[in-house]
């Protein structure tokens, strides 16, 4: 008896508003015998493996029987995603309305005559209009048997705008000349002549306010892929009959002959079967040394060729190519990611139904003592609307925008709460050597004999000019030199050749001077060797028939990585050096720096592998990175931290971006994110407090509304002050 391997696919889920709501779909999922279901809350997917008996289709109406959408991959192209336009829109209305509404409530000295009824007509809209989403969910929970935040919100705001109608146009109320006196004394009352709708547009207007600002990031979760696949080339020129065609590069077939001339993008891995250059592989694996190609070579699609034409034979094609599996990769570390749990929803959880539980006892506790509806429905809706989340709605945005704020000021970029919760465990940062810990450019570092060093410079940076070679780059513009070249001539993959202030000068490889019949002294050889055991890239110049200097290049560490890595230490992480470099190189960086521990010579998928084996040791792991090469890593990383001056690809895949390509600016991203953290820690405890104490003053009949609205302002004042100490946040440098 053979058993079927089972099957996998990724549904795309909408309608979920919050971590539970994943759990939920997740749990049902599960239920289905054979089905092993994640649901990502953040990337609004659910991957599932499920048997032979269980078919798609199930899968999907599992989903929407719990009150969700469920999209298959292959109407995924159909479906669009809901933009946050809407939601943009709903926070416009509901800002602009509200604030009047909420002014003219608690500034006794500005209530005109029939002010209340101004107040109506601008709540109005903000309660219908602007809590929508929240009213659908609550009822699509409620459908369901389940509770969420949604439910406490749109029970609170709508008891408290239904109970201001009933006060308005049936009780005291909406008379001529009302005003709403602020007092603090707590004494019984009817209920007839209180308003609420400060309350019910102040709510919606906060909670809009916080779902907008998470939806904008989550919105970016796909935005990797995307830009991973527009690296590569769109057209390609294929040779056919020994002719040039222009085709699109999905025409490509294996087998196919295609030319890349200097410049171009390389179309698709493939083997060179015709010229020699040197291909930028940087996009791809972010180091920075252009790699020296000739026939037999393979190729890797997205690549750039710096110089010679090249003939290439098309090896891999379409989802085969190391680009695809590279953005297969990201998805598939995305999608791996825990779906985060947020605060505030583990609370409501179990704050939601003890709050109606206790609303419906208070209603049935005063109609059993015959106190009169009024005062027993009064009372119920003072517990819901203390009990509603004003304060909540601030305490994550608040502290998240403030943060944010100041980090961008800072040259970092935190893409979400969800970030926040990363930072405070991570005790491992695995730190990509090539433009995070170096400069990722070639840069002259020395010159043998230093006597020799101005002529050399002089003389070698002239004839380097005239190359595009990134050594010679580097050589050119060290030296800056303006003297006229005569009679250039490139000998392919050894060197340059020329004549500078009618001196005959060659700068290249070795075998280039045993060519022109030169002898490298002893003194020199050894300097080259002794440049190359650092891991620098040493060339030969030489004049008037004699080889007279040792140019040693290298990508140069970065002035502040040393002491950022200190800094990481002190923060209690253990730093880790990851490259795809040779060993020698690796760990002349590492000690340079100061990092113990070095991974090298790995290739895209095995950074992934590093990350995953760390993970698996026990360690909590963030990762710092700026090539395409990284982007996986960076998304399979407990935290992953992109240096902004990397590839789009990167950034996106990362959850913090470094905008100053410092290193130093990772220090502060962890510190700034775990001070934030603490802040949002701090503003939810805080904002359930004030409401919590005043329930059973709510409960027993004592609340006076206008002590409901001074404690949800209290709170929300809090929360915002408490937020705002985040600006004055300092760099570990200053």
Known sequence: ?????????????????????????????????????????????ATVSYPETVTPQDLV?????????????????????????????????????????IVLAMVPALQFPNWQWLSLTLAAPVVVYGGLPFHKAAWA??????????????????????????????????????????????????????????????????????RYFESRSKRRAGAALRALLELGAKEVAVLRNGAETRIPVEQLAVGDLFVIRPGEKVATDGIITEGTSAVDNSMVTGESVPVDVKPGDRVVGATVNVSGRLIVRAERVGADTQLAQMAKLVEQAQSGKAAVQRLADKISAVFVPIVIALAVATLGFWLGTQSGVAAAFTAAVAVLIIACPCALGLATPTALLVGTGR????????????????????????????????????????????????????????????????????????AASTAAVTDFSNVEG???????????????????????????????AEAQQAAQAKGHTAVLAGWDGEVRAVLSVADAVKPTSKAAVQALKDL???????????????????????????????????????????????????????GVNDAAALAQADLGLAMGTGTDVAIEASDLTLVRGDLTAAVDAIRLSRRTLSTIKGNLFWAFAYNVAAIPL?????????????????????????????????????
């Open 1 to 45: 008896m053979t058993t079927t391997a089972p099957k996998q696919i990724e549904l795309a889920i909408g309608g979920m508003t919050c971590a539970s709501c994943a759990m939920r779909i997740e749990k049902k999922l599960n239920k289905l015998d054979g089905v092993v279901a994640t649901v990502n809350y953040a990337t609004e997917k």
């Open 61 to 101: 109406s599992t989903v929407e029987a719990t009150g969700y959408t469920a999209a298959l991959p292959a109407a995924k192209a159909e479906t669009t995603e809901e933009p946050s336009d809407p939601l943009r829109t709903r926070l416009i209305v509901a800002i602009v309305l509200s604030v009047p509404v």
């Open 141 to 210: 929970n409620l459908r369901h048997g389940a509770a969420t935040m949604d439910t406490l919100i749109s029970l609170g705001t709508l008891a408290a705008f239904g109970w201001s109608l009933w006060a308005l146009f049936f009780g005291t109320a909406g008379v001529t000349g009302m005003k709403h006196p602020f007092s603090l004394a707590i004494e019984r009352s009817d209920g007839a002549g209180n308003l609420y709708l400060e309350v019910a547009a102040g709510v919606t207007m906060f909670i809009l306010a916080g």
């Open 407 to 478: 980090g961008a000021q800072m040259g970092i970029l935190i893409k979400g709460p969800e970030v926040l919760e990363s930072t405070r465990a991570v005790d491992t940062i695995v730190l990509d050597k090539t433009g995070t810990v170096t400069t990722g450019q070639m840069t002259l570092v020395d010159v043998f004999p230093a006597s020799a060093r101005d002529e050399a410079l002089r003389l070698a940076g002239a004839l380097e000019a005239a190359s595009e070679h990134p050594v010679a780059r580097a050589i050119a513009l060290a």
């Open 494 to 524: 050894l060197g340059v050749t020329g004549i500078v202030d009618s001196k005959k000068v060659v700068v290249g490889r070795p075998q280039l001077f045993s060519d022109q019949g030169l002898t490298v002294s002893a003194a020199l």
């Open 572 to 626: 209690g992480l253990t730093p880790i050096l990851l490259t795809g470099d040779n060993a020698t190189v690796a760990r002349t960086i590492a000690e340079e720096v100061g990092i113990s521990e070095v991974i090298a010579e790995v290739l895209p998928q095995d950074k992934v592998e590093v990350v995953k084996r760390l993970q698996g040791e026990g360690k909590v792991v963030a990762m710092a990175g700026d």
């Open 698 to 734: 709510a409960a027993t009949g004592l609340l006076n509304p206008m002590i409901a609205g001074a404690a949800m302002a209290l709170s929300s004042v809090f929360v915002v002050s408490n937020s705002l100490r985040l600006r004055r946040f300092r760099s570990v440098t200053t």
